[in-house]
């Protein structure tokens, strides 16, 4: 079991106790149209579903939507829900080639990924799940550094920082002069795409003489493994990894700010804060395992995400994702 499994458990339980609930007519109530229901339904009363539900994308918001497949395989466990992780734009590729039901993205889509999904006839919504504090790290052993402006983190990752800016010292001439050692998100990466288009001041914008990866846990093993390392990735990632890394405090013109689920909600972590989406094709919500799908992962979203250390969404944001989902079932 996963670090990430372990935080789960209490959802787990509490989901599977609300299922067993249901199945005995516990705490069911009746709804308007004489059903009943629990507090987080997934499906109809005593309905029992088999299929598959095929998520592949972005590496940050894969812990949340893994999370819910767990969850929901408690009611559903003839569902399969196997999640991918090729990156924001790998995963649209294979959602607009038809290949996938749902894709996570830690960014809005491009323009071109909506060309690519509209001439295979492909439609879908944006569902915004939760937030996330991108997360800037560096090892246990690095003494010297606990906050760096973003002008610093654009003197770092600028293309005109390639073969130039090779130790900490020509970060700060505070700093040692301690070899820097990148490491981060790859091209197809939405991290990527929001980290150089915030820090850098345009999106795709990069020194390119870094360890790139679209697995977040060879970020963890680079930067762990090098005393003068540094990377970047989602907030979750960093919270499974405590005891190898340290988040750098940021400061945006503000004073230094640590990235937190309460410092991202409050609009104080910027501007590394962000929203996190899922894209689910109209037609594949129209499978009524898909349907369940979606409709387990909004009624039980705040509580996944705050196990899985995310941020949660406001009442707001829960209530448009509720009933985006609502209209996106009832589509033509």
């Known amino acids: 079991m996963t670090s990430g499994q372990r935080r789960l458990s209490a959802v787990a339980t509490a989901a599977l106790v609300v299922s067993l609930a249901a199945a005995c007519g516990g705490d069911a109530k009746p709804g308007s149209d004489g059903s009943t229901s629990s507090a987080a339904p997934a499906t109809e009363a005593g309905a029992t579903l088999s299929g598959e539900v095929k998520i592949d994308g972005s590496s940050t918001v894969a812990p949340l939507t893994q999370a819910a497949s767990e969850l929901f395989g408690e009611e559903q466990p003839q569902v399969k829900v196997p999640v991918g ?52 790290v560096v090892p246990k052993e690095n003494d010297w550094a606990t906050c760096l402006t973003t002008d610093q983190l654009k003197k770092i990752w600028e293309p005109a920082a390639e073969g130039k800016i090779k130790t900490w010292k020509d970060v700060d001439a505070k700093f040692p002069a301690e070899a820097l050692k990148l490491y981060g998100p790859g091209t197809d990466s939405g991290t990527f795409d929001y980290f150089t288009d915030e820090i850098n001041g345009e999106e795709g914008a990069s020194r390119k003489d870094y360890s790139p990866s679209e697995n977040d846990n060879d970020i963890v093993t680079g930067v762990s493994g090098a005393k003068g390392g540094l990377g970047y990735f989602g907030f979750t990632y960093f919270e499974e990894n405590i005891d190898k890394l340290k988040a750098l405090e940021i400061d945006s013109g503000s004073g230094c700010v640590a990235p937190s689920v309460e410092a991202a909600q409050g609009g104080k972590y910027t501007p590394l804060s962000r929203p996190l989406f899922i894209y689910p094709s109209t037609a594949a919500v129209k499978r009524p395992e898909v349907a369940a799908f979606l409709d387990y992962y909004a009624s039980n979203i705040n509580a996944i995400a705050k196990d899985a250390k995310f941020v949660p969404l406001n009442a707001e944001q829960e209530a448009k994702l509720k009933a985006d989902i609502t209209s996106l079932k009832s589509a033509g």
């Open 85 to 136: 992780t090729s990156g924001t734009g790998g995963g649209f590729e294979k959602f607009c080639a038809g290949e996938t039901d749902i894709s996570n993205a830690s960014r809005a889509i491009k323009d071109e990924e909506k060309a690519a999904c509209e001439a295979k006839g492909i439609t879908f919504t944006e569902l915004t799940v939760a937030t996330d504090a991108l997360t800037v």
